[in-house]
């Protein structure tokens, strides 16, 4: 599925043999053995660290997907020096097979044992934890934090072998800004070494396929500090790249009876309270643009939209609709703005402005199975036409003990059981995500697993009985009663940011032909084959081929090896022969060398592929 760089002498061969492998790994929230391991080995952690610096403050050390981290308050940042040291004070805590004791304290307790040893991250700590009786795990009494495990029975459990200090980053207590600055150690454990060599064999392709160095590489896109972080700047051939894949949505969508919209990109603060987006996520929206303080003071003004339905809300509802209109279905590429924390932030797949393939789409009941369905199936299609085969289906329902949700419980229960009946329609696997549902509904996330085995949410479609009610939606019945129709959100890519530097990872920055930002790329042995090589572009592009001639003036090797950097799909060397015979010789990224083909063919070929969605 994965193609990866050619060499002039390449074959299929060698190409195959650079495929990554996939050996499973398998993940702590899978894997009990492991979250133990993790915990124990965090614990073992700082315990190292506070024997080796004494002045240091342990705040939180949670698991994560491939191992753990800690966070320290300490006066000097740790160096590489200090991490080697760390690590071996850990062997020698893990040597010294020290018992992992679990103990359940009173809170009044936990907080005159942590006033003894004058940790105020910890009393912070201890105030979030709502249940008691509070418990706390000892390292043979000689170390002890609060935590809820599990953990191993004793350090001897861990091999020092497949542990490893990964690196160190700042962090700020609690995640805010304008609190203390922490220095995290990360760190990744596993259960032999054998694992921990393969885990770094991934890391270290997972680097070379980093979409942030490859579309720097491919020049797709870049970010300035001048204009802020978390916000893509794209150049001509990261904006066609873009460009493709709307274009291909947009042509599916016609296809499924969708009608194109454009809303603005702010709106009133009313809007979003009326949707009770204001209410949930004021803290993640930018701030409120108001034109005094007392509108300010009653919050009046106007704000970035974070989200597109209430835009397409108003859209529905600005006539009076009939059943007969319905389903109907608005869909936009509509660029939304959220405040990510700058921590969180991560090349294209968190940033703080990005492009939705959003969708509402306005149901009577009796039509909501049928039309999920149908969104389904586009999800689906998509998923198959960019070779993203490996999913998960994911059922996000609420947490009926949270708050955080609006609606009855007959809305919530009629929402998830219509999702419930699309998947065992269509006989899919699924599990299900409690609490992970949005806040005015549930939702199908379609989870995909990269060529590394690394899962990322993209597709979705959601069931809305709520924002209906709260912006009181109707539509003309058959009987000429007035009724409440059902919203369904859906988006199949996400979020174009996200989607494309997943893309550039998985395809290792060599896209397939249909998606490559130019397809082909003329090779003339000197100048006097420019005018022809020229002459064949402007027939490929009239006929929507995406060519180009290198006009470089470089020597033919130096040509090839630039298309091969820029992974070109087809390269087409231009010489005397070619010229008077009216023909290309072929190479391409995956099939290698083709040999001389007439022009004509070559063009043939290659809208034959691209309408296939194939390589030539």
């Not at 910890?122 to 935590?147: S, V």
């Amino acid at each position: 599925m994965v193609q990866q760089p050619m060499s002039p002498n390449s074959s299929n061969q060698s190409q195959q043999s650079e495929q990554v492998e996939k050996i499973y790994l398998p993940r702590t929230s899978e894997s009990e053995n492991l979250k133990k391991i993790r915990h124990t080995a965090s614990h073992v952690m700082a315990m190292a660290v506070q024997k080796l610096f004494p002045k240091a403050q342990v705040t939180i050390g949670p698991w994560i997907e491939n191992g753990f981290y800690y966070d320290f308050d300490n006066p000097e940042p740790f160096s590489e020096n200090d991490l080697k040291a760390i690590k071996k004070e850990m062997a020698k805590i893990i040597n010294r097979k020290l018992a992992v004791i679990r103990e359940e304290v009173s809170r009044e307790e936990a907080e005159r044992r942590i006033q003894g040893i004058n940790e105020p991250y910890k009393l912070e700590i201890l105030a979030d934890i709502k249940e008691e009786p509070i418990t706390i795990y000892h390292l043979a009494n000689e170390w002890w934090d609060l935590c809820a495990g599990p953990h191993l029975e004793n350090t001897s459990e861990l091999n020092p072998k497949a542990i490893e200090l990964e690196s160190v980053a700042g962090a700020y207590w609690r995640g805010d800004e304008t609190k203390a600055q922490l220095q995290r150690i990360y760190a990744t454990a596993w259960e032999n070494p054998e694992q921990l060599t393969e885990y770094k064999r991934r890391k270290e392709e997972a680097l070379r396929r980093d979409h942030r160095k490859l579309g720097k590489e491919l020049g797709l896109f870049i970010f300035s500090d001048q204009v802020g972080p978390g916000l893509p700047l794209w150049t001509p051939k990261g904006t066609l790249l873009r460009s493709i894949l709307e274009d291909f949505l947009k042509q599916e969508q016609i296809k499924r009876g969708y009608q194109q919209v454009v809303t603005p990109h702010i709106g009133r603060v009313d809007l979003f309270k009326t949707s009770g987006h204001w209410q949930k996520y004021k803290d993640d929206l930018f701030p409120m643009m108001a034109e005094n303080e007392e509108a300010a003071a009653l919050e009046q003004g106007f704000v970035l939209k974070a989200m597109n339905c209430p835009f397409h809300i108003q859209i529905y509802k600005s006539e009076l609709r009939s059943y007969r209109e319905l389903p109907i279905r608005l869909a936009e590429f509509g660029t939304v703005y959220r405040y990510e924390q700058s921590g969180e932030l991560g090349g294209l797949t968190r940033v703080r402005g990005f492009t939705q393939d959003d969708a509402h789409i306005f149901v009577t009941p009796e039509q909501l199975d049928s039309e999920f369905l149908k969104v389904v199936d586009l999800i689906l299609s998509v998923i198959k036409t960019l070779q993203l085969g490996n999913f998960k289906a994911r059922l996000s329902f609420r947490d009926p003990a949270s708050d955080k949700y609006i609606g009855s419980d007959e809305a919530w229960n009629q929402a998830e059981n219509a999702i419930r009946r699309a998947v065992e329609t269509l006989g899919m696997e699924h599990f299900e995500g409690i609490g992970e549902a949005a806040f005015y509904g549930p939702k199908l996330d379609f989870i995909v697993s990269d060529a590394l085995e690394r899962e990322w949410q993209l597709g979705t479609v959601q069931v809305d009985y709520n924002l209906p009610e709260r912006f009181d939606l109707e539509y003309v019945a058959e009987d000429g009663v007035r009724k409440r129709p059902v919203m369904i959100h859906r988006a199949p890519f996400g979020s174009l940011e996200r989607l494309i530097g997943i893309l550039i990872e998985e395809y290792a920055g060599d896209f397939p032909l249909w998606l490559a930002p130019v397809q082909a790329r003329l090779l003339p042995v000197g100048d006097t084959q420019l005018d022809f090589a020229k002459d064949v572009v402007a027939k490929m592009r009239a006929l929507g081929i995406r060519a180009e001639v290198d006009t470089s003036g470089d020597r033919l090797g130096k040509q090839i090896r630039n298309a091969e950097k820029e992974k070109i799909p087809v390269m087409a060397v231009v010489g005397a022969k070619e010229v008077e015979t009216n023909t290309l010789s072929i190479r391409t990224r995956a099939s290698g060398e083709l040999g001389v083909i007439p022009v004509d063919e070559v063009v043939d070929k290659m809208k034959d592929a691209i309408a296939k969605f194939e390589n030539f």
